[in-house]
């Protein structure tokens, strides 16, 4: 069973992992850069590739990483403090009524009748 430690490291922790996020956003921002000057200098796009490859995509990949374990480690910081507000509160405990509904029953039920067969519409017996 997992403890989760409630003292003085858990926010060292946090602001290391806010800090190392953004820094991992920071190395994609100068990666993209990198590619950006790359590219640039080209004409030919065969000749293009290698900087996308090897600068651009891999830059954008550590901005999104960097930006989501910054605003990650943010948002549980928030959510384990229990900040949620009463309208929120509200909110999450409306939708969970809603999704938890019973259900009323069916939710089609035939406009008519169907009219009784009659001696005319019957097959013959033989």
Known sequence: MAVMRT???RPQLAALVRRAGWLTAGLGVILLVLGWYG???????AEQV????SAS?????????????????????RVGAGALD????????????????????????????????????REPDH
């Open 39 to 45: 590219v640039s200098g080209q004409s030919v796009v």
């Open 57 to 77: 995509i891999p830059g954008a990949a550590l901005v999104i990483g960097g930006l989501v374990l910054a605003a990650a480690e943010r948002a549980r910081g």
């Open 7 to 9: 003292g003085p490291a």
């Open 50 to 53: 290698p900087y996308l490859a």
């Open 86 to 121: 009463e309208a929120t509160a509200r909110r999450i405990a409306e939708l969970h009524g809603l999704l938890v509904e019973p259900d009323p029953g069916p939710a089609f039920e035939p406009a008519f009748e169907p009219a009784p067969e009659s001696a005319a519409d």
